[in-house]
Every structure is written in C-alpha cells, then in structure tokens.
C-alpha cells in the first residue's frame, strides 16, 4: 500500500473541509501536505485523523496545517433538536461549557435555552 493510499481518509478529509491552498506530495515513502483549515477546530480533525492512520508521532507523513481564523476555535451552523450544551459537549468534550458558548454570542443570543436552526454561533476558544 502506498503511503498515499493509507492517509487517504486524510486528503479526503482536507476536501470535505474546503481545506484552502492544498498540496500534496509523496517524497521517499513520506507524503506531505499543506494547506490551510479555517478554524482551529478544523486543524484538530485533520491531526486527530493523521493520528488515527499513523499512530501518535507518524514517520511517513509530514504535514504543515495553518490555520486563517484563530480568532475563535470554530464557527458552528446550529442544527435542528441542538441544544448549547450539547454544541459545548461536541467541542469541548464538557456541556457544562455551554456558558461560554452563550457568554461568545450574546449579540445573537437573549437566552441560553433558545437557540435556532441556521444560526451561526462562535465557538470561542477554551
């Protein structure tokens, strides 16, 4: 299997993310990448997918992953049946969180408990 091959789901990823200025290269049985992810959080699936492929510290990919936006940690589009907790869970791991997720968008938001669909929501940084 060529090393392109196994970090497929990567590149794949990069794709799904509308990953801007991508390259890719395969040099020696090392692939490398570049691009730049809007968010933080974007970068974040990119490495955790390198990871899942390669193991913690991969010898046979080298990535090089910027990032446009680092003022915030993501910008969610909420969904129907979400909830800020549930939102705070997703991104932090922690719903008890959703405070400042509510705290980052009081100029969208009055209540914490009523948030709608299409809204688009800073998820700050922790």
């Known amino acids: 299997m060529s090393v392109k091959a196994k970090y497929q789901a990567v590149l794949d990823l990069g794709e799904q993310l509308a990953i801007k200025d991508g390259n890719v290269t395969e040099?020696?049985?090392?692939?490398k990448i570049k691009g730049e992810a809007n968010t933080p959080y974007e970068k974040n699936l990119i490495w955790d997918k390198i990871k899942e492929l390669g193991g913690e510290s991969p010898a046979d990919i080298k990535a090089n992953i910027s990032v446009a936006d680092?003022?915030?940690y993501h910008r969610h589009t909420v969904k129907g049946g979400e909830s800020l907790s549930k939102i705070a869970k997703h991104y932090y791991g922690d719903a008890m969180k959703y405070k400042q997720i509510f705290e980052a968008n009081t100029n969208l938001l009055s209540n914490p408990d009523v948030i709608h669909p299409d809204q688009v929501l800073v998820i700050p940084n922790a």
Not at 27 to 31: A, F, H, R, S
């Open 27 to 31: 040099e020696g049985g090392v692939l």
């Open 70 to 72: 680092d003022s915030v």
